[in-house]
């Protein structure tokens, strides 16, 4: 079994054929441009005007991000969140550039899908078909995404209408979006927040430049007197704020598949160029150290995508009385990504200055493997906004019906409909102990539950004071640690359902059994940590994992070796 989608041999998740042939057909597409032109295109910074054109020509865009209700009776139509991460993950494969335009093409989709605004609604689901592009514009300038600090205005005007005034900055396909859904408040006394489309053709709409040195185009546009009109106004009030917060919820998911799809490439290219390099005269993946850290990080690799797997079930099954998923998600956000910045790490130390070279994926990847931590709100944000929910994760589990694995056709319009962005204190769990139960005869989940019993009494018993948690150096490697038990609990969901080999997850969790331990770490060498807390973090850093070298031999064998030539790009 391969865990890594290989596109030459691709299986979709999915079952039903017009999905499949939305992958086939994106597969095909970047096989016939080719590595050499992928990769020229990339390092000449070209918009990607062929593959926008492609999207219009094959509907993709249209069939992906187009809701029932609006699809004019397209039985390929839905917002689906299983559809949507593979195929972000499919996008990154060939490149981030290809991924973002889509990513952004969700954000800005967001508010018109949340809106009461039906107009809107129907000439979004028709510049769809027509192959359009959407943007996103939140974000200032002097203050980023602050949303409490946003400047753009809506002044009203004698007739009823308005006109905006103000300046977005780092807007993903702010140069080509056909509905450009930007946030501002209305100067008509009430400051209200309001979402309000705009478009680049209009001669108010001021295209700055491209704020960074890359393929995709991350807009600078400022808006002069732009006119608006009741069509235009998606949202105000309450809605706006919420839409805001709702949007960047659905399109913070996508990131993880992203970071899984960029690595899986990079892990072909590197494993074959090293299995077929012998220095000194020994195979490079002969040596211990290589091959060390070529199973860490395929086992990270595989971690990654059994969690996101598991936590796209818990998206497409949210409700109001359900809404796990606003942990699932940032854990995503912050702990899938991270984990793929590792991978190329590992996988850098081997192949060493081939990294570099222009003609590889990886030298892309190695770049811009980086971004995808800091989109959407940075680690440090995601992880405090994980700290919310740790009190009720251990301490006050709720019971839930059995989450299923969800690959139905629907829509998942509850991500249109999350409600008020408050009361995340009181969202609950349930129960992660059975999960870990049943696999605890293997070493290394053995070891990590005793490692989270302690964490849990640490927290109980000797937990950080007002400062403690005031100060990041302190509360973030808390976060880390609690995130990996999530992590953690979610990766055996999945690996239950997936019938995944023994010896994979015990293996997963010796590298999860040192990384709980290195934070532990962090927060023993902290200067305000207390001496009952440090005698806490000693306990769990002084569990080690459990070796195995003829499971660690076996998997290697059986699994991660045998990807070597397993893919090549078409020149």
Known sequence: MNFLIQPKKYKSLMTDEGSRAIMDK?????????????????????????FVEFLGKEQIFAKLLTPKEYAGGDPDCRWDTARNGEYSELLAFYGLGYWYCFQVSILGLGPIWMSPNEKAKQKAAKLLKEGAIFAFALSEREHGA????????????DDGTWVANGEKYYIGNG???????TLGKIKDGTDDYTYFVTNYHNKAYELKQNVISHQEYVSNFALHDYPITEDDILCRGALAWDSALNTVNIGKFNIGPASIGVVEHCFYEAITHASNRILYGIRVTDMPHVKKNFMDAWLRLVGMKLYQRRSTDYFRNATKDDRRYLLYNPTSKMKVTLQSEEVVNLLWDV???????????????AVDVRGPSKLEGTVHVNVQLIRKFMKNYFFSPAEYSPTEPDFS????????????????????????????EPFKDLPNVAVFIDQINIFKELLEKAGPDKMQGMDPSWSLPVGEMFSIVV???????????????????????????RDFA????????????????????????????????????????KYVSTLSGEYEMNA
């Not at 140069?175 to 859904?181: G, K, P, R, Y």
């Not at 192949?351 to 892309?364: C, D, M, Q, R, V």
């Not at 999945?494 to 059994?513: C, E, P, R, S, Y």
Request: hydrophobic share 40%; net charge negative.
């Open 146 to 157: 602050d949303i409490y600090s946003t400047a753009t205005a809506l002044t009203p005007k």
């Open 409 to 436: 056709l629907k829509d998942d319009m509850f991500l249109f409909d999350q409600g008020p962005t408050k009361g995340l204190g009181k969202v609950q769990f349930h129960d992660y102990r059975p999960v870990f």
């Open 518 to 557: 290195g934070f532990a770490l962090q927060i023993y060498g902290n200067h305000s940590t207390k001496d009952e807390q440090r005698e806490y973090c000693t306990k769990i850093m002084l569990i080690k994992a459990v070796a195995n070298p003829d499971q660690y031999n076996k998997v290697w064998e």
């Open 26 to 50: 994106t597969i095909a597409f970047f096989e016939k441009m080719g590595k050499e032109r992928l990769l020229d295109d990339y390092n000449k910074k070209v918009w990607y005007k062929e």
């Open 351 to 365: 192949i060493a200055a081939k990294g570099f070279e222009k003609n590889t994926f990886f030298s892309t990847a």
């Open 487 to 513: 992590y953690g609990q979610l990766i055996l969901e999945q690996a239950k359902l997936d019938n995944v080999d023994t010896d994979i997850i015990n293996q997963i969790f010796d590298f999860m059994v």
């Open 175 to 181: 140069n080509e979006a056909e509905m450009v859904s």
